[in-house]
C-alpha cells in the first residue's frame, strides 16, 4: 500500500527565511501527489499538485514542489515566508482510483 | 473557499448518541469522499461516494454509515457514539477518480 512520510513533526524558521518541508513516498508507479495546507481552525486547502509532466510544480502562495523519482520524494519550499504561513502541512498521495492517503504534517512555526 | 460547505461547523454531544454530518461537493462534482482527523490516527479515509455509489472504503467503523443524495449531497452517520469518535471530520469533492480533492472546512465533533 502507499505510504507518505513526513521527516519533520515541527519546524520553525524565521520570518523572511527560506523554507523547505520534506515529503517521502512509496509507491510503484507514478504517483498523483498533493501539498494541503492547514491554518488553525481551517480546513484543508491545496496547495499544488504533481500528475505528470514537469517535475518542479507552482503552487499557490509563492509554494512550489519538486518530484524527484529517484528520491521518493516531493519537497515543499518557500524562497521568503511570512508569518501568514504558520499551519500545519500536509503531503498526500492518492492510493488507487480513490483515497489519498496523508503524511502525518509538518506544523510550521514563524519566528518574527 | 473551495466551495465544498458542510454542516454543522460544531457538535456537541454525549456517548451512545447518533448524529448526522452534511456535505454539500463543489458544482459538478460527482465524487464525494469522507475523512477523519484526530489526533492519534492523523488524516484517515473513511468512505468514497460517486454519483450516489459507494466506491471504496477505508477504515470506517460499523457504527459510521454514509450515502449521497440524487441531489448529490452526502451524509455521514454516526451511531452509538464513544468518546473516540471525537475527531474533525472533513468532506470533499473531486469531478472524478484520481482527480484533485477539495475540502470543505470541516465538522468538529465532540463526545462527552
Known amino acids: 500500500a502507499q505510504s507518505v512520510t513526513q521527516p519533520d513533526i515541527h519546524i520553525t524558521v524565521s520570518e523572511g527565511a527560506s523554507l523547505e518541508l520534506r515529503c517521502n513516498y512509496s509507491?510503484?508507479?507514478?504517483?498523483?501527489l498533493f501539498w494541503y495546507v492547514q491554518s488553525p481552525g481551517q480546513g484543508l486547502q491545496l496547495l499544488l499538485k504533481?500528475?505528470?509532466?514537469?517535475?518542479l510544480v507552482q503552487g499557490i502562495k509563492g509554494f512550489e514542489a519538486e518530484f524527484k523519482r529517484s528520491q521518493s520524494s516531493f519537497n515543499l519550499r518557500k524562497p521568503s515566508v511570512h508569518w501568514s504561513d504558520a499551519a500545519e502541512y500536509f503531503c498526500a498521495v492518492v492510493q488507487g482510483a480513490q483515497k489519498l492517503v496523508f503524511g502525518q504534517g509538518t506544523r510550521l512555526t514563524i519566528n518574527p | 473557499d473551495s466551495g465544498v460547505t458542510q454542516t454543522p461547523k460544531h457538535l456537541i454531544t454525549a456517548t451512545g448518541q447518533r448524529v448526522t454530518l452534511r456535505c454539500s461537493p463543489r458544482s459538478g462534482d460527482l465524487s464525494v469522499y469522507w475523512y477523519q482527523q484526530s489526533l492519534d490516527q492523523g488524516l484517515q479515509f473513511l468512505i468514497q461516494?460517486?454519483?450516489?455509489?459507494?466506491?471504496a472504503k477505508g477504515n470506517i467503523l460499523e457504527r459510521f454509515s454514509a450515502q449521497q443524495f440524487p441531489d448529490l449531497h452526502s451524509e455521514l452517520n454516526l451511531s452509538s457514539l464513544e468518546l473516540g469518535d471525537s475527531a474533525l471530520y472533513f468532506c470533499a469533492s473531486s469531478v472524478g477518480a484520481r482527480e484533485t480533492q477539495y475540502f470543505g472546512p470541516g465538522t468538529r465533533l465532540l463526545v462527552l
Open positions: 509507491y510503484g508507479a507514478t504517483p498523483y
Open positions: 504533481y500528475f505528470s509532466g514537469d517535475t
Open positions: 461516494y460517486y454519483n450516489g455509489e459507494e466506491r
